[in-house]
């Protein structure tokens, strides 16, 4: 792929002046890609792209504080390192954003469904409209949106936001359904009483693993985070439904208006829990009431980092 080799000069180009580029290699099976901590040519030469580079590796920018590193970017993967900068938890010149077109990414689950252990896939091909995985049993080819991550079928932003190094033709946005946009208009026509029992029900099965949290490029307090802090001691370790949903409640409060809509919260949940929804809605409340849509805009204040005594949308009097 010549927009591949294009990036990989690129980045070989600027490693002298960083500490290390963040992107993506084989990982241990065909079907999986796994984060690439480049640092020499050679480490730049197993940097693929494509539908298995999954993660989004602007999380791991803000355990790089004062270095200098550089970061290879999908377009949502890029909104993210748009929302630090624009957060300040990293600065500008700090970081070479190094930009791609994506088709999309693969939702392994949806494979697992289709083609059973996931382990013993021995090829995985993506050509057009068809992924074509290899198992022992033979080749299964399936059509590309029934394997596709949800966020991808009606993704508005496949190329990069920002980047220093772009390789490759822009794509237009994607036009297909957004069942995430659907779950959650089916949430939203839950009664009050429906809706906390589904939340109940499917937080019984949490296991407070903090998967969600540590996946999210957002969620940086990490040692001092509420969930966990015994100084002061906000949440028990309690393995109860009210102690998990508090948990998420307070997590998604902490990403309302900030939440890029990754999905790495959801996709690293080894539970299946649909916390995406969550985020949505606050992120759904932040764009009705503020106008404002988390990291599009290098230049936009984030509405909850400025203060005005009468916000144009809260009616604070009329009640
Ligand atoms: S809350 Fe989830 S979807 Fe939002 S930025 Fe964090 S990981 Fe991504
Ligand atoms: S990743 Fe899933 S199981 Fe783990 S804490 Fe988050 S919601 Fe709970």
Not at 80 to 104: A, H, N, T, Y
Not at 160 to 188: W, Y
Not at 221 to 246: V, Y
Not at 255 to 279: F, H, K, M, N, Y
Request: charged share 25%; net charge negative; aromatic share 6%.
């Amino acid at each position: 792929m010549q927009s591949l080799e294009d990036i990989k000069a690129k980045i070989k180009d600027a490693l002298p002046g960083l500490d290390c580029v963040i992107g993506w290699e084989r990982g241990w099976s065909p079907l999986h890609g796994t984060p690439l901590f480049m640092r020499s040519p050679e480490d730049v030469d197993r940097l693929t792209w494509g539908p298995f580079n999954v993660g989004n590796p602007a999380t791991y920018l803000t355990g790089f504080k004062g270095k200098k590193v550089g970061v290879v970017v999908k377009g949502c993967d890029s909104r993210s390192v748009v929302q630090l900068l624009q957060e300040k938890l990293v600065k500008r010149e700090d970081v070479v954003v190094f930009g791609m077109p994506c088709e999309g990414v693969v939702d392994l689950t949806k494979v697992a469904r289709k083609v059973g252990d996931i382990a013993l896939v021995n090829a995985a091909v993506r050509a057009g409209g068809t992924l074509s995985v290899t198992t022992p049993e033979g080749m299964v080819e399936i059509p590309w949106e029934e394997v596709a991550a949800d966020k991808c079928l009606s993704c508005q932003y496949p190329n990069a936001l920002v980047s220093d190094h772009f390789a490759g033709e822009p794509l237009p946005p994607a036009m297909g359904r957004d069942p995430a946009a659907e779950q959650l208009a089916a949430l939203e026509a839950m009664a009050p009483a429906e809706l906390f029992a589904h939340w109940a029900k499917v937080m019984e099965r949490c296991i407070r693993c903090y998967a969600c949290r540590n996946a999210c490029p957002m969620c940086v307090c990490r040692d001092h985070c509420i969930a966990q802090t015994r100084d002061p001691h906000w949440l028990t370790q309690e393995d109860s439904t009210r102690e998990k949903l508090m948990f998420q409640m307070i997590h998604a409060l902490h990403l309302a208006g900030r939440c890029t809509e990754c999905g790495e919260c959801q996709r690293s949940c080894p539970v299946d829990i649909p916390i995406l929804a969550l985020r949505r809605k606050l992120n759904a409340v932040v764009k009705d009431l503020f106008d404002y849509q988390a990291g599009v805009d290098p230049q936009a204040v984030p509405p909850l980092f400025t203060f005005q005594v009468e916000e144009a949308k809260i009616n604070e009097r009329g009640w």
